[in-house]
């Protein structure tokens, strides 16, 4: 029986493959957090920015509306490859970041949106994705930086410029953004660490189990084929016993002789009656000599088992005659009271021989 095949050993492919499967529903549920969410930041930040700036807003509100249109069309198209998807919302997320620094400087949300980038970007594609991330957004707050210091953001108002137009205002936020994303990038990163360890140690234990499981399998098929082999053994060792209990051995034309040897009790007779008829029948015997000189002692049940079988025989045509009852068994069997008159008895089997010659 061949032995089955064990699984191959879990490698980081396997932990990678989790990690694709958890980075692919996670993103799905972001997509559709963002459908909703952005959807109630578009209307709410669309009559805000229109109650403050009126027509200027139009154009904030249009950049809103696209990159919402964005967002639903990425959380809509499935069929995408996930890194394509993930580098899809990556851009729309970073774009709105940087015009949200840009048009707003400090008083925005553009650097805490781009932190958010800098997380999804290690989520999605590991620590390069995360730093490239973050260098992006420094190199982007520097440009800003550069723009506003210089005087040149003439698209936001003189009083929004004004607070946010010296060297030491952007030194100190940058700083702080470094601390912030730091902060954000150490934890994500052990955490992605942490659980692709996990899943390779998922990997290996399923593995295990699975290979476990196969090993059962396999020994108890082989424990059955080895007890269906003892089964038949020991049937075939039950038959090979009853017949050398019983040999029967062809000592004359149509005649057998079975001798009995040992003590006869119910089983036994039994199986001696059961022998005697199938061979009987299948050689069709006329006569059987039952031999019992190695019987060394007779009582009502071995005596009752001997009549049974002569009768039996009889019933399919054969004769029986019993032989070798010692003068210690004779005086047992008429002690007890058990009338063998109706049996044919000789003295040996050779007495049985010259009977059946003459």
């Given at each position: 029986?061949?032995?089955?095949?064990?699984?191959?050993?879990?490698?980081?492919?396997?932990?990678?493959?989790?990690?694709?499967?958890?980075?692919?529903?996670?993103?799905?549920?972001?997509?559709?957090?963002?459908?909703?969410l952005?959807?109630?930041?578009?209307?709410?930040?669309?009559?805000?920015?229109?109650?403050?700036?009126?027509?200027?807003?139009?154009?904030?509100?249009?950049?809103?509306?696209?990159?919402?249109?964005?967002?639903?069309?990425?959380?809509s198209?499935?069929?995408?490859?996930?890194?394509?998807?993930?580098?899809?919302?990556l851009?729309?997320?970073?774009?709105?970041?940087?015009?949200?620094?840009?048009?707003?400087?400090?008083?925005?949300?553009?650097?805490?949106?781009?932190?958010?980038?800098?997380?999804?970007a290690?989520?999605?594609?590991?620590?390069?994705?995360?730093?490239s991330?973050?260098?992006?957004?420094?190199?982007?707050?520097?440009?800003?930086?550069?723009?506003?210091?210089?005087?040149?953001?003439?698209?936001?108002?003189?009083?929004?410029?004004?607070?946010?137009?010296?060297?030491?205002?952007?030194?100190?936020?940058?700083?702080?953004?470094?601390?912030?994303?730091?902060?954000?990038?150490?934890?994500?990163?052990?955490?992605?660490?942490?659980?692709?360890g996990?899943?390779l140690?998922?990997?290996?234990?399923?593995?295990?189990?699975?290979?476990?499981?196969?090993?059962?399998?396999?020994?108890?098929?082989?424990?059955?084929?080895?007890?269906?082999?003892?089964?038949?053994?020991?049937q075939?060792?039950?038959?090979?016993?009853?017949?050398?209990?019983?040999?029967?051995?062809?000592?004359?034309?149509?005649?057998?002789?079975?001798p009995?040897?040992?003590?006869?009790?119910?089983?036994?007779?039994?199986?001696?009656?059961?022998?005697?008829?199938?061979?009987?029948?299948?050689?069709?015997?006329?006569?059987?000599?039952?031999?019992?000189?190695?019987?060394?002692?007779?009582?009502?049940?071995?005596?009752?088992?001997?009549?049974?079988?002569?009768?039996?025989?009889?019933?399919?045509?054969?004769?029986?005659?019993?032989?070798?009852?010692?003068?210690?068994?004779?005086?047992?069997?008429?002690?007890?009271?058990?009338?063998?008159?109706?049996?044919?008895?000789?003295?040996?089997?050779?007495?049985?021989?010259?009977?059946?010659?003459?």
């Open positions: 029986m061949s032995n089955p095949q064990p699984p191959s050993i879990p490698t980081s492919e396997h932990a990678s493959t989790v990690i694709a499967q958890w980075r692919l529903q996670t993103l799905n549920n972001l997509l559709w957090v963002l459908v909703v952005g959807g109630l930041a578009l209307v709410v930040g669309s009559w805000s920015d229109y109650n403050a700036m009126g027509e200027r807003a139009l154009p904030y509100i249009a950049i809103y509306a696209i990159a919402y249109v964005l967002v639903i069309s990425a959380a198209l499935r069929q995408l490859r996930l890194t394509i998807r993930a580098i899809f919302v851009t729309i997320l970073g774009a709105l970041a940087t015009f949200l620094l840009i048009f707003y400087g400090l008083v925005g949300s553009g650097r805490l949106l781009w932190i958010g980038v800098i997380v999804l290690l989520v999605y594609f590991g620590s390069r994705g995360g730093i991330a973050l260098a992006i957004s420094l190199v982007t707050i520097i440009i800003t930086a550069a723009i506003y210091i210089s005087g040149n953001a003439t698209f936001v108002t003189a009083e929004t410029l004004a607070v946010q137009d010296s060297i030491s205002d952007w030194t100190g936020a940058i700083g702080i953004y470094l601390a912030s994303a730091s902060l954000a990038f150490a934890p994500f990163l052990y955490l992605l660490r942490r659980m692709e996990l899943a140690q998922a990997t290996a234990e399923a593995a295990r189990a699975r290979m476990h499981a196969q090993q059962v399998e396999a020994s108890a098929a082989q424990l059955e084929q080895q007890t269906a082999q003892l089964q038949a053994t020991e075939m060792l039950r038959n090979l016993v009853q017949s050398l209990e019983t040999p029967t051995v062809e000592i004359g034309r149509d005649i057998l002789l079975a009995v040897v040992g003590q006869i009790d119910s089983q036994r007779a039994e199986l001696l009656l059961k022998r005697l008829l199938d061979v009987v029948s299948e050689r069709r015997v006329r006569m059987v000599v039952i031999d019992v000189a190695g019987v060394p002692a007779f009582d009502t049940m071995a005596a009752q088992s001997l009549i049974q079988t002569v009768q039996a025989l009889r019933l399919i045509g054969c004769e029986a005659v019993i032989t070798g009852i010692s003068p210690t068994t004779a005086q047992t069997i008429t002690a007890l009271g058990i009338d063998m008159n109706t049996i044919a008895t000789a003295r040996s089997p050779q007495e049985v021989l010259v009977r059946t010659a003459v």
